[in-house]
C-alpha cells in the first residue's frame, strides 16, 4: 500500500520561504513521478509542480514559476517542495500525489497525503 506523508508546513510572513517534505513507501519510488498540488478554502484543488521519475524533469504552476522548486532524492525516498518569496495568495493545504506514470503527468495520480497546511500572512 503506498503512503504519503507530508511534512514541512506552518505560518511564514510573506517574502518568507518554506520546505515542504513528502516521504513515500509502499513501492518501489524511484520508477514514478511525484506531484505537488494545493487547495485554498473555497476554491479547488490545482496542481502546483511536478518532478518525473529520474528528477530530471519538472514542471510547474504559472504562478509559482521562479519562486518554487520541486526536487526529489530517490536513495530517501522523499519529494521536496521548496517554496519562496511566498505570497497570501499561496496559503492552502499542500498535498503530496503520485499515480502510475514515470513522466509528468498534469492529471493527479490516485494516491495522496493527507496535506499539510500553509499559511502566508501579509
Known amino acids: 500500500q503506498v503512503q504519503l506523508v507530508e511534512s514541512g508546513g506552518g505560518t511564514v510572513q510573506a517574502g518568507g520561504s518554506l520546505r515542504l517534505s513528502c516521504a513515500a513507501s509502499g513501492r518501489t519510488f524511484s520508477s514514478y513521478a511525484m506531484a505537488w498540488f494545493r487547495q485554498a478554502p473555497g476554491k479547488e484543488r490545482e496542481f502546483v509542480a511536478a518532478?518525473?521519475?529520474?528528477?530530471?524533469?519538472?514542471t510547474y504552476l504559472t504562478s509559482v514559476k521562479g519562486r518554487f522548486t520541486i526536487s526529489r532524492d530517490n536513495a530517501k525516498n522523499t519529494v521536496y517542495l521548496q517554496m519562496s518569496s511566498l505570497k497570501p495568495e499561496d496559503t492552502a493545504v499542500y498535498y503530496c500525489n503520485t499515480g502510475d506514470s514515470s513522466s509528468i503527468t498534469y492529471a493527479p495520480g490516485r494516491y495522496w497525503g493527507q496535506g499539510t497546511q500553509v499559511t502566508v500572512s501579509s
Open positions: 518532478v518525473n521519475w529520474q528528477g530530471t524533469s519538472t
